[in-house]
């Protein structure tokens, strides 16, 4: 069986002589960032954060994707956050990369290293510190939470990678697996982070066109990607970001498991008004 890793961002700046030659591309229905363009230049800062910088991924834009922000985040030795989210609304999850963390809510403490999955409800008291004396990495992904009167909201849970089992798809062979950290049928969830592996040669053969959005972050292996009409070479590092509708399809073109972590916002009804907003 193939080793899991998990792509952890260099970060530096490429040297005066490389030529500019870049993947990176941004349309009206999907955006490209390489790994290699998440360098020091585009890093951002948070309030009540210490030691910590972060690669925002992304970010709700006006009539492209409104739904979540996603950022890579590096804290490093001693740093950390007893006030890390100022919106209530928020509720978040965070998937662990590289390096470890304390992270303390309810009363209780939990360590936190590569393949850690966190999630965090909205109006959680929650802190996170990096007591090792090296640098951790982890996704953070945010979409204020849709509550549903009649429906309580979600708890916080922990778990990992490797505890939660791939479900294969139908008629697959199994190439083409999904591990989810939570059940599809749990309507609490407006939203779910999951691991989508393909084997080597495992495809999705069709042009995926619905209503979710999606970040897609490589975390292993490389895969080409088709987006809107265009084929994309991907690899660890990059991520993907699509508006609802865009199509999509993939195959796994390396020699090890290709896999990425995906969001997409589910189980709630379509606004009729925009953003949600009453008349």
Not at 84 to 109: H, M, R, W, Y
Not at 248 to 270: I, S, T, W
């Amino acid at each position: 069986m193939a080793k899991t890793t998990y792509h952890v961002p260099r970060g530096g700046l490429p040297p005066q002589s490389k030529r500019l030659a870049d993947r990176a591309i941004f349309t009206e229905s999907f955006a490209f960032i390489p790994g290699d363009v998440q360098t020091d230049i585009v890093t951002s800062f948070l309030p009540f954060w210490q030691e910590t910088r972060l690669w925002v991924l992304a970010r709700p834009l006006s009539g492209f994707a409104e739904t979540f922000s996603h950022y890579l985040m590096e804290v490093g030795a001693g740093g950390g956050s007893q006030q890390p989210e100022n919106d209530p609304a928020a509720q978040s999850v965070l998937f662990f990369v590289g390096g470890s963390a304390t992270i303390s809510f309810g009363g209780k403490q939990a360590e936190l290293a590569p393949g850690s999955y966190v999630y965090l409800p909205a109006g959680l008291d929650w802190q996170l510190e990096n007591t090792s004396s090296s640098p951790c990495h982890f996704h953070w992904i945010r979409k204020r939470y849709q509550p549903v009167e009649g429906i309580d909201p979600p708890d916080a849970f922990i778990t990992t990678d490797a505890e939660t089992t791939p479900i294969e798809m139908p008629d697959t062979d199994g190439v083409w697996a999904t591990s989810r950290f939570v059940d599809p049928s749990d309507l609490r969830h407006d939203m779910h982070i999951n691991i989508v592996t393909f084997q080597p040669g495992g495809k999705i053969p069709f042009a995926e066109t619905h209503v979710m959005e999606h970040g897609l972050y490589v975390l292993q292996g490389r895969g080409v990607y088709y987006l809107n009409g265009r084929w994309i070479e991907v690899e660890p590092g990059d991520y993907m970001w699509l508006r609802a509708f865009c199509p999509q399809a993939c195959y796994a073109a390396g020699k090890e498991p290709f896999r990425y972590l995906l969001y997409k916002d589910v189980n709630r009804h379509m606004p009729l008004t925009p953003f949600g907003n009453s008349l």
